[in-house]
């Protein structure tokens, strides 16, 4: 089966029923680095300012309109119960928390057999996410969509945030960074998890997933020689899905806790916040 890019004038729109949001919270397993930086268990529960950062991520998801309810995926979901804050934070929206997977496309792959579609995704680790930048992902999503992605441009991103070090896609039209901010709209979109999973299995043996690409496609990705549309029309090949790409005017959008550098660049950031609305 093969697929185009959506390419839709149109643009999704979210069912009359509402949205199911799933934040991924669980753990890389015991010694996470960062975890252990911060002094908890899991990187979800170290506080920024005081506040758990799954109870940020939870007050963005809680801040749009036509998000429903909220799924957290963690391998212990006591944890959550734990967390007074998080039901405030949720503003009367039901939560729902489900057992993680071994990985974090198993617990895509798990939630979406659960919650069905659309289902939008974050992670727990997106500590300064906002509700706009959320409305504005949803908002420029091809109607014809079955699976969306979030991307920032590095331009963007040096721009907002000048003194953060980002892992970046380098394709030929420009240099980009993911959000963090997934959408599966449809039943195809399971095409795309099955893919991830594939991805993740392979990891430690590119050789594999470069042969699955094409050897035409790995140099031309390899040289910086290949777009972003043709790359996003291989993937759409191999899932079978209608993949789209949103790239986000957001540059701090990109900015996720992986490591300690990063919960320190997010603490910086925060307190320069601060200092700007107290002025």
């Known amino acids: 089966m093969t697929s185009q890019p959506a390419t839709s004038s149109a643009f999704w729109r979210a069912p009359a029923g509402g949205l199911t949001a799933l934040i991924l919270a669980g753990s890389r397993g015991a010694g996470d680095p960062l975890a252990v930086y911060a002094g908890v268990s899991h990187k979800?529960?170290?506080?920024?300012?005081?506040?758990?950062?799954?109870?940020?991520?939870?007050?963005?998801?809680?801040?749009?309109?036509?998000?429903?309810?909220?799924?957290?995926?963690?391998?212990?979901?006591?944890?959550?119960?734990?967390?007074?804050?998080?039901?405030?934070?949720?503003?009367?929206?039901?939560?729902?928390?489900?057992?993680?997977?071994?990985?974090?496309?198993?617990?895509v792959a798990a939630a979406l057999d659960h919650c069905g579609t659309p289902l939008l995704v974050t992670t727990?680790?997106?500590?300064?996410?906002?509700?706009?930048?959320?409305?504005?992902?949803?908002?420029?999503?091809?109607?014809?969509?079955?699976?969306?992605?979030?991307l920032a441009n590095k331009a963007a991103i040096l721009e907002a945030v000048p003194d953060t070090a980002r892992t970046y896609l380098r394709f030929a039209d420009d240099h980009y960074s993911g959000c963090n901010l997934f959408l599966f709209a449809t039943p195809?979109?399971?095409?795309?998890?099955?893919f991830w999973r594939e991805v993740?299995?392979?990891?430690?043996?590119?050789?594999?997933?470069?042969?699955?690409?094409?050897?035409?496609?790995?140099?031309?990705?390899?040289?910086?020689?290949?777009?972003?549309?043709?790359?996003?029309?291989?993937?759409?090949?191999?899932?079978?899905?209608?993949?789209?790409?949103?790239k986000m005017p957001f540059g701090r959008a990109a900015v996720d806790v992986d490591k300690p550098a990063d919960l320190d660049l997010v603490q910086r950031l925060l307190a320069q916040d601060r200092k700007k609305n107290q002025a």
């Open 44 to 107: 979800a529960l170290i506080e920024i300012d005081g506040t758990p950062m799954i109870e940020r991520v939870v007050a963005a998801l809680a801040a749009v309109a036509g998000i429903a309810r909220i799924v957290i995926s963690i391998e212990l979901p006591e944890l959550i119960a734990g967390l007074s804050g998080v039901q405030a934070a949720a503003n009367g929206l039901p939560i729902e928390v489900l057992k993680s997977a071994a990985s974090p496309s198993r617990s």
């Open 124 to 150: 727990a680790d997106h500590a300064l996410l906002q509700a706009e930048w959320i409305s504005y992902f949803l908002g420029h999503i091809p109607a014809d969509a079955d699976a969306a992605v979030a």
């Open 188 to 194: 195809a979109a399971a095409g795309a998890v099955h």
């Open 200 to 246: 993740e299995a392979e990891r430690k043996r590119p050789w594999r997933m470069l042969r699955r690409l094409g050897l035409g496609f790995a140099l031309r990705y390899a040289i910086g020689k290949l777009p972003l549309n043709s790359a996003i029309a291989r993937l759409g090949e191999l899932s079978g899905t209608r993949a789209a790409v949103v």
